[in-house]
């Protein structure tokens, strides 16, 4: 069953002249990761960002557990979480208060808002740390926190926007273990999106490969190293790249 | 070449287009204040240099006459009026219109001869029609002032005295100088008080309001501006507007706060302002407010000195004048507060969000800021509704200006400039709170960026 499903999404921005993203068209099932790559500028951002309700498309349609983008949104987004790449925090919140804040604007009650929190905690492992004031929290550990919070409603889709950027490697992994447990436990569902190929090699489900605005190729990794018949995601990126250029 | 390389990068970063722009705004602004608090003060020295001492005198001793001689001498142009002999004082304002003059002194009969032979002056009676508006809008009174101390002088001086005669046991007699009974008028009404008091009360009043109107504003808009943009620079707005609660929810929040943070700010700086504005014009102040805490039926039980007696209190004065605000009145002066603030509020909105960095929010905000501040200064130093016509409209162009003179406009009922006023102050509200709710509830929030012009410029290091 799928959970998200994206048919023929176009955005194009007032005084440029090509679409940032041209006729998207993928689904995400439940419990399943879905990985976005593609280079700078190719409109991975503009399609999360659409999918997360932040701006609207110029045209196409996407459904989320029923509910059209464009004529509900406020249904859609209340099953969708978004951590965008370089994301900040409020500074002058303690971490356990941000969790709080944002739960609060997720639950219905309070005994829902305290097993968010309560989850958020347990996710983030900053144990003690969450009580101290953002302002004074590492990279990491901010990304870290806006994991767990992205995570802790338990949503139907959490959007990833480069996911582990900024983690050490260590944490980085501990992010991809929880994802990957997420998925598979909790049938959550993940749009990712990342230029790390190791990452969405060990994580994705399935890959959809998005150039100049438009998905030129998607399926599994095995699917899609056999495509290209190339030995790692890496290749099957550049060979994808060079192809879409030269075509 | 490592130096100047340094150099140019560390002066390409200061001197951005916003800096620039924000330079020459403020030289603008100096300068647009400049000519106006000119042509205020221009028009007050002329005034007092150009001005006629205008005299009714009414004793025809060659002591009195004697006095004048020496005040003409002494460079005063005296103009000598003529009163007719059933004036009241419910006259004075026709009377001095009739004249062509804002100020008169009246000299009683017997004067002369009282201090001569008894060493007590009479009573000298000050009228002087008083203007609501700036600081330099009330020293016209300043030459009277100065016109009745010289007589008053004069009523002391010994040796003036002997040479017509006056006994050493009346010298000794002498009083304190004439007495003086001041009467204020505007806009044809009268009040029994001292003008320059008065003025100094009425400045104290008419500084309250601007001041808390110009915090008020500039400080909520601040306010939203850092809220949003903080946002945004931060990068936690997207996060928050991708979780379900409607823009427009997170907008009025924010716009709320701002309001709520800003009044508790311009309570504790109006109160700060307040007692600093009280420091410079106490003395001023507290004159009047001794001579006005006295009710005309304690003056006579105390049996105090004729100066006193029958003298309004402030309060009275301001009734008898018909500048004081009833309940209604205040009400407008609160919708007309409200209705800048709410502009205040939408431009900073507006501007916010196209914020990328804390540069080009402290650029963005100087539109704002000036336009909070030149009618601030402008309406502390003149009366807009006295200028002329090019300058009036440019000023009541400005949207804040309108809450800046809603309180001398209610006072002098000066009810189609308010309301006029609030006409164009709800448009220019309805268009900015339109531009700035779209903006918000759009892409453009997050396509839209001030400042950006990287990509355009050349590079500092690159050779000829």
Partial sequence: MNVLEVKGLSKKYPKKDVFAADNVSFDVGEGEIYALIGPNGAGKTTTIRMLSTLISPTSGEAFMDGFALTKAPEEFRKRVTYLPDEAGAYKTLTGIGYLEFMGSLFAKDRAELESFVQRGEAISGLGEKLRDKIGG?????????LLARAVMTNPKLAIMDEATSGLDVINALEIRKMIKELSVNNKMSFLLSSHNMLEIEYLADRVGLITAGKITAQGTVA???????????????????????VL | MKFSNLFKKELSGLLTRQVIVSMIMTMVLFIFL????????????????SSKLSIANLDDSAFTADILARMTEGGSTLNMVKLPESITPESYPAELEK???????????????SVINDGKSGEIT???????GGVFTSLDSLSTADAVNTINAASKDEILL???????????????????????TLDGKVAKINTASLSAVMMMQNMIAPIAVFFLLTMASQMIMTAISTEKIDKTL???????????????????????????????????????IGGIAGGAMNAAMSSSSISPEQVSSADLSALTEQVMSVPQALSALGITLSVGEYLLFGLQLILSLAIGLAAALLLGAMATDAKSQASLMLPVVMASMLPFFVTLM?????????????????PFTNAYMAMPNLMSGNFLIFWVGAAYQALFLAGTLYAAVRMFMSDKLFTTTFGDTENKKKSLFAKK
Wanted: proline share 2%; glycine share 8%; aromatic share 6%.
């Fill in chain 1, 137 to 145: 929290y590492s990279r990491g550990m901010i990304r870290k926190l």
């Fill in chain 1, 223 to 245: 699917e899609l190293k056999a495509k290209y018949n190339s030995d790692n995601l890496e290749e099957v990126f550049v060979k994808a790249v060079n192809e879409n250029e």
């Fill in chain 2, 34 to 49: 400049g000519q106006i608090v000119g042509q205020a003060m221009n028009g007050v020295t002329d005034s007092i240099a």
């Fill in chain 2, 99 to 113: 004249l062509g003059i804002k100020s008169l002194i009246i000299i009683p009969e017997g004067f002369g001869n």
């Fill in chain 2, 126 to 132: 000050v009228i002087t029609e008083m203007s609501i």
């Fill in chain 2, 162 to 184: 002997k040479s017509y005669g006056v006994s050493e046991e009346v010298l000794k007699k002498l009083d304190a100088g004439a007495s003086t009974v001041n009467y204020t």
């Fill in chain 2, 238 to 276: 997207e996060t928050l507007l991708s979780t379900p609660v409607s823009r427009l929810s997170v907008l009025m929040s924010k716009m709320a706060a701002a309001v709520v943070a800003a009044i508790l700010n311009a309570i504790t700086m109006g109160i700060g302002m307040v007692f600093y």
């Fill in chain 2, 382 to 398: 003149a009366d807009v509704n006295t200028m002329p016509v090019m300058f009036k409209i440019i000023m009541y162009a400005i």
